[in-house]
């Protein structure tokens, strides 16, 4: 299974992303002509052919696991997205989020897709379970006690406008300090994709 995901980012670190991706693939290409070149798959029929193409089969995707080839976005961005989490300590076990919860990037307070300047292009990846499942169980749990406290605050204040108005400066203080502790998936993956570009 995979769990696809959409977060904005600049247009200029998807315009590297797709470049890195596409000189990943072309090197797999490459790879993929001298293997054929190397078993003679030319020169090959029925059961023999069948078995070189498929001893090469097992290798590119070995390649692939391994992050030799890169050839998808996802890809290209796993091995810096496994360290963003490793480093925010959420990969671990997690328990699930609950049925109905507010889902991982759309928590109260969170500054949605729009945030950053120049945030104005679409990333969409979809990640296989062993990264997908970490990012959004952890993105939920580390949130909640913040989110909680966002709610807390809307219960007390309101969460319009015109209620906020009426919240004294100390009060208002206190929510933005809260919510700059919410993370998003969109955060921890804008972080993974500065890490694949800058090499890290």
Known sequence: MGHTMVIAVQPADLDRLDAHVD????????WQAAADQHAGVL????????????????????????????????????PALRTELETRGLLREWEPVP????????????????AGAGYTARLCVTLPDTLAVPLLRGVYWTNLPHVQALEA?????????VSRRTAPPEALDQRA??????TTTGTI????????????
């Open 23 to 30: 000189a990943q693939k072309t090197a797999e290409t490459r």
């Open 99 to 114: 049925s109905g919860a507010q889902q991982a990037g759309q928590n109260l307070g969170g500054t949605g897709p729009y």
């Open 189 to 200: 993956l804008r972080a993974a994709l500065e890490r694949t570009l800058s090499g890290r």
């Open 177 to 182: 300090h809260t919510a700059a502790q919410i």
């Open 43 to 78: 020169e090959l029929l029925g059961p023999a052919l069948r078995e070189a193409r498929t001893r090469i089969r097992a290798e590119r995707e070995r390649l692939r696991e391994t992050g030799t080839h890169r050839v998808t976005r996802w890809r290209a961005l796993a």
């Open 153 to 161: 605050w809307a219960d007390r204040w309101g969460t319009d406008a």
